[in-house]
């Protein structure tokens, strides 16, 4: 095979680049519209920086865990309830219903505490929590929201106050 290159002359190729600059301009157009319509955020129930608290009396343990419950629409809404479970661990230890009437502005989110009763039994029997003061936690939730239910789902460690892990 004899190749010959002639001066001036283009060498075609069959082979196309991935994208080009006319394939790039509707691609990004797409995104920008369909994200203005896309939810605010991505992740929802954790307040950051508020640890969830355990608070022990006498008259028994509490869990006070944050979460975060979010409007995505463009309007006021108003939390009316939330349905949750409460894992310690694997183990699901308490579930519950808690009615609201509070607002939450468009495009934001409502922080709050939810109180969960707990039985020391719960936390003795939850693997690690003897030795080191601290238990990883679930709560998944359901929020309705103006009449829309809004999956919250939180997750952490609970800490006993004052215990230092060994």
């Known amino acids: 095979m004899k190749i010959s290159l002639q001066t001036g002359a283009r060498i075609r190729s069959s082979v196309r680049p991935f994208l080009s600059f006319s394939s790039v301009v509707p691609l990004l157009l797409v995104i920008l519209i369909s994200g203005g319509c896309a939810p605010l955020f991505v992740s929802s129930g954790h307040q950051s920086g508020v640890p969830a608290r355990l608070m022990m009396s006498f008259y028994g343990s509490e869990a006070e865990i944050p979460v ?9 809404q108003k939390l009316q309830s939330l349905s949750y ?82």
């Open 85 to 166: 479970d409460f894992y310690l661990g694997d183990r699901r230890v308490a579930q519950g219903d808690v009615d609201y009437d509070k607002v939450i502005e468009s495009r934001s989110e409502l922080k709050l505490f939810v109180m969960i009763d707990i039985d020391e039994t719960w936390l003795v029997e939850t693997r690690g929590f003897g030795r080191t003061g601290a238990a990883r936690y679930r709560l998944t939730a359901t929020a309705l929201v103006g009449g829309a239910e809004v999956p919250v789902s939180v997750e952490g460690t609970l800490r006993m106050p004052g215990m230092r892990p060994r």
């Open 68 to 76: 975060a419950v979010p409007n995505h629409t463009w309007e006021n």
